[in-house]
C-alpha cells in the first residue's frame, strides 16, 4: 500500500512539473540552458546520480534475490506444511509414538471447521535408507536418506500441495508395493518408473547380511513442493521423499497394528507465506484438543524465524543498508553543490524582477532532467551489477561441488545452485527508481526555495549564508525535541526488552545532545559526546539487555556499525578546523609548500557540509569493505590454525556410523598409505546438568592417540605437575577418573570441575550411529547403574573447530559402568608421503582400495580447501559489488573538484597574480583530494575495526579471536587513495592552466 501511494504522488508530482515546464517556456529554457553550458559538469552530475542510483538498486535487487532463495528453499521443503502435530518417543530410531485413527479423526474433523485452516493430512513417517536391489545397506553413496510417508489416497488428494500435481498414487495389492518418488531422488538414484527399490529400515541392520529387505517397485516420479519434497524431520540437506499407501508403509515399517499414524500435517489457509501468518491463531485451536504429551511444531513459522535470525541473506541486507546511504549521500552531496553553483545565477534573477517562485523553478527544472535521466539508466545498471554479481554465487557453486571429497555429497549444493537465481521485486524497482528521483527533487526544492529567499545582494556575491539566532534557536530547539524522543525511546526499549530501540535511543541521544546545547563555541562538547557514543558502543554488552541479543539480532548489529560510524564522522566534521590548525603548524617550516597546504586545507576546512558529505561517502564504502574483510579473514586464519584439531592433528578420519566397521583396526593399519593410526571409540552416556540428564557423548581413546595426537590449544588446570601439553595427555592416560572436556558442547565447564555421568540403558536399541544424537533430554527410565564421577583436567577451546566434541578419556580408563555399545567407532590416522602431494595421492589410492568396505573418509586438506573456497568466493563476491560502491566515493571528490574549478575561478586568478605558480595550483587540488580522502579512509578503516572488535566481543563470538589483515585493508586503501587522485588530475591541470587576467574577470 505504501508503495502505490508513493508512486501515484511521485507520479502526481512529474505531471506536475511537466505541465509547470509547458506553462513557464522562458524559465524552463533558462534550466534547459544550463545543461549545455558545461558540458563537463553535466556528465559528471548524471554519472554521480546514476552511480548512486545503481548502487541503491543493485543493494536492494542483490537482497531481493537472497531473500528469493532463502524462502524459496523453505517454500520447497515445506510448501503448504505449517504445523506438525506428533507425540514423540524415547526410542530415537523411530522418533515418533504411534497415535490411533480414532484420536486423528477427532483433529481432522475439528480443524476441517476451522476456517483458518485449509488442509489437514494423517502421515505415517520414518526416514529409511533404500537403494537398488543389494546397495540399500551401502555407505558409498549407492544408498540414500529418504522420508517414506504413508498416506491414504483419497486424503492425499485433497492437500493444497498436490493439487497442482497430476499425482495417483497406487493402492494397496498383493504383489509387490508400488511408491510414488519425487523427481529428486528418480535422478540421484537413477532409476526410473517400473524399477525396483530396496528398504534398509532399521539402521542396526545394516550389516546383518542375511536378513532380507523390503522391495518396492516406482510407480510414478513426480515433481512438486511439500509434502512432495518432505525434509521437516529428515535432518538431510537433499529432500528426497517416497510416498506409498498406508498399509503398505505398515507392512514395511513391521508395525503390527492397523489404523495408527504417527503425525498430522496441517496447512494454514492462505498461500505459503500468508498461511504461516494464521500460525498463532491455530495452534491455540489445535491445544485443547489434545494432551500434553502431544507436540504442535510450528515448522514453517521457526524456519522463517531462522532466515529472520541470521544467514547471509541478511548479512547482505546489513552491507546493503550502508551502501544505499553511500548511494543517498552522493545524490544529497551532488544537488547541494548543483543549487550552490547556481546560487550567483538565481539572485541575478531575483535582481531583474523574477519572483521567487519563478526563480527556484528555475533550478526544480534542471535537476528534473538530472535525476529522470540518470534514475531510469541507474536502475537498469543496478540490475545488470546484481545480476552479474549473481553469476558469481552461482560459479561459485560450481567451484564448490568439484572440491567436495566424497560421493553424493554435492547434491545439496546442486540443489542450491539450481535455485538460486537472480529476482527482484516489482515494489523494490520502484523504490530504487522513486529514491533516484525523490532525493534529489526534495533537496532541489528545499535549497531553491532557500536561495530565492535568500538576500539578492548575498546571493549574487555568493556570499556563504550564516545562521541567524532565530534559526540557530530553532534548530537547538529541533534537536532537544529529538533529544526527548530519544530518552523515550530508549526508556521504552528498556522496559520492553527491546535492545535495539533502547541502543538506538540511547545512541541518538548522545549525538543530538551538542546539537541541543544553545552555544557557538561546542566543538570540545560535540567531541566528548561523540567519544562517548564509540565508547559506549564498545562496552554496550556489558548491559544483559544488549548482551543477550547481540546474536541474534541484525537490526541491533546495524545500529551498532551505525553508531561507531556516525559517531566517528561527527567527530572529524566537528575537528576540521583543529586539523587545519595542526595541519599548518606541521607544514609551516617548509617554506615553499606551506602557502599551499594552507590555501588547500582552508576551503575544505570552511565548508562543513561539503567536506563531511564527501568524507562520509569515503567511510561508509570503506567502513563496510573493512568489516568484510576483517570478519571473513579471522574466520579463516581460525580455520587454518584448527587444521590439528579438525582430526586431532592426524591427516585422515574414517568413520563408521552403524556402531561397527567393516575394515578393521589391523587391515586398515596395514595399507602402504597408512603410518600412525588410532582408534576412537563414541559412548553416548547421560550427563547431569541443572538438575535433568542430558546425552553426550564420550570418546575412549587409544595409546596412539596419546602419543600421536597434536592438539596443543588446550586450558588445563595448574597444581597437576604439568608442564606442557604432553604432560597433559600423559596424566590423562594415568590417572583414571579423570576427563578433558570441549567447551564446544559444553561451554560453561572449566577445569577443576567435577561431572556426574551415568550409564544410558539398551543403548543398542537406539539404533545407534548418527540417530543417537537426534535426542538430548532422557528420561528417568532411561538412565541405567549408579553415578560415575569424573574431574575435568582440561577443556578444549570453544572455538575449535574440532571433529572430538564432547568428554576425552583413556581407553583403558573407561569405567565399567559406561561399557557396552559404542555409539560409533572411528579411525584417525595419518598418510605416508613427505609432501602434502604425495599425501593427496596416497588418499586417493587408499580410498579406491577400500571405498566397498564401509568406512567413510575425509582427508583434512579438503575439509580446509572447501571451507576456504566457499569463504573467500562469498567473500570476493560482496567485496566486488562494494568495489562499485567506491565509484561513489570517487566520483564525488571528482566532482567537487570539477565544481571548486568554476566557483575559486577568481580566487585561482588572484593567487596566480600574487606569485603562485601553475604547479602550486595543481598541488593544491590534489592535496584538497588527498586531505578528503585520507580521512574518509582512515575514519572507515578505524571505524570499521572499532565495529570488527564490539562484534567479537559480542557473546555470539565468545571465544572467537580478532585477526586483522593488514595487508588487504592496505593495499584497498592504496588504490581507493590513486584512484581518487586520479579522478581529479584533469580539474587540477585545468585549474592551473587559467590564465591570471581571464580569471579575474570571470563572472558566471
Known sequence: ?????????????????????????????????????????????????????????????????????????????????????????????????????????????????????????????????????????SQTGKSFQVSMIGVEADQLSNWPDVDKVDLVLPSATDELPEVVINKELAEVAGVAVGDTLEILVDPGQRLLFWIPLPEVRVAEIVEGNGILHYQIENQGSNGFTMLMDVEEAREVLKIGVEDYYNALIVSNSGDFLTGERLTDQVVASIKPLVGEEVVVREVKKDSLSMVDQGNIGLLFLMLSVFAIFAG????????????????????????????????????????????????????????????????????????????????????????MQNSFVFFVRIDSIAYGFLLGLIIPMIIIVYTGRKISRTNIVTAVRNIPEELDERKRLLLNVIAAVGVLVSVVMAYSGYSLGNATGFFTGVMLAGLLIP????????????????????????????????????????????????????????????????????????????????????????????????????????????????????????????????????????????????????????????????????????INVALRRDGRYDVEQVFALDDNFIDYNRMTELDFVEGLGISDVKDLWNYLRDNSGTVIVSNSVLPDVRPGDVLELRRIADQSDTGNGAAAFTQKKLSSEMIDSGPIYLEVIATIPENTISFLNGLLIYIGNTPAELTGSSAARHFLFNLSGDTEVEKKANFDSLQDKISSRSPFLLYVDDIMNLTSTMLQGTISILRSFLYFGMLVGIVGIAIIMFKALHERKRIIGMLKAIGFTKAMVFSSFLLETSFIAIIGILLGMVTGTLTSVEIFASPLMEGMKLYIPWDQLISMALIFYIASLVSTIIPSYSASKIAPAEALRYFE
Open 515 to 682: 546539537v541541543a546545547i544553545p552555544m557557538k563555541n561546542k566543538r570540545w562538547i560535540e567531541s566528548f559526546f561523540s567519544i562517548a557514543v564509540i565508547v559506549f558502543t564498545m562496552f554496550s554488552n556489558s548491559f544483559d539487555l544488549i548482551a543477550s541479543n547481540s546474536g541474534s539480532s541484525i537490526y541491533l548489529t546495524i545500529a551498532k556499525g551505525a553508531a561507531i560510524l556516525f559517531a566517528g564522522l561527527f567527530l572529524i566534521v566537528y575537528n576540521l578546523k583543529t586539523f587545519e590548525y595542526l595541519l599548518n603548524k606541521l607544514f609551516q617550516k617548509a617554506r615553499a609548500a606551506a602557502p599551499v597546504f594552507k590555501i588547500s586545507i582552508a576551503f575544505s576546512a570552511r565548508n562543513r557540509l561539503r567536506t563531511g558529505l564527501t568524507i562520509a561517502m569515503f567511510a561508509v564504502v570503506i567502513f563496510v569493505i573493512t568489516l568484510i574483510s576483517i570478519i571473513p579473514y579471522s574466520m579463516e586464519q581460525m580455520l587454518v590454525k584448527s587444521r590439528d584439531a579438525i582430526f586431532a592433528g592426524f591427516d585422515v578420519g574414517a568413520f563408521s556410523f552403524t556402531g561397527e566397521s567393516a575394515i578393521t583396526f589391523t587391515e586398515l593399519k596395514s595399507q602402504l598409505e597408512v603410518r600412525e593410526i588410532s582408534t576412537v571409540s563414541g
Open 328 to 415: 543517498v549521500l552522493l545524490l544529497t552531496n551532488i544537488y547541494l553543490m548543483l543549487a550552490q553553483e547556481r546560487r550567483t545565477e538565481l539572485g541575478t534573477l531575483r535582481a531583474i524582477g523574477y519572483s521567487r517562485k519563478r526563480v527556484s523553478r528555475t533550478i526544480l527544472y534542471e535537476g528534473f532532467f538530472y535525476s529522470i535521466f540518470s534514475s531510469g539508466i541507474g536502475v537498469l545498471a543496478g540490475l545488470g551489477i546484481a545480476r552479474f554479481i549473481l553469476g558469481s554465487f552461482v560459479n561459485l557453486f560450481e567451484d564448490a561441488v568439484s572440491l567436495i571429497p566424497f560421493e553424493g555429497a554435492n547434491i545439496a549444493f546442486n540443489s
Open 1 to 137: 500500500m505504501i508503495i502505490q501511494i508513493i508512486s501515484l504522488f511521485a507520479g502526481v508530482a512529474v505531471i506536475a512539473i511537466l505541465v509547470s515546464m509547458i506553462r513557464n517556456p522562458i524559465i524552463f529554457k533558462i534550466g534547459y540552458r544550463n545543461i549545455y553550458r558545461r558540458k563537463s559538469d553535466t556528465f559528471l552530475v548524471i554519472m554521480g546520480s546514476l552511480i548512486g542510483t545503481a548502487l541503491i538498486m543493485g543493494s536492494m535487487a542483490m537482497n531481493d534475490s537472497f531473500q528469493n532463495f532463502l524462502y524459496g528453499q523453505i517454500e520447497r521443503t515445506h510448501g503448504e506444511i505449517d504445523e506438525l502435530i506428533y507425540i514423540p518417543s524415547d526410542n530415537q530410531n523411530i522418533g515418533k509414538e504411534l497415535i490411533p485413527n480414532s484420536k486423528i479423526e477427532i483433529l481432522v474433523d475439528s480443524l476441517l471447521k476451522n476456517e483458518q485452516v485449509d488442509g489437514v493430512l494423517p502421515i505415517l513417517s520414518r526416514t529409511v535408507s533404500i537403494g537398488l536391489p543389494g546397495e540399500a545397506r
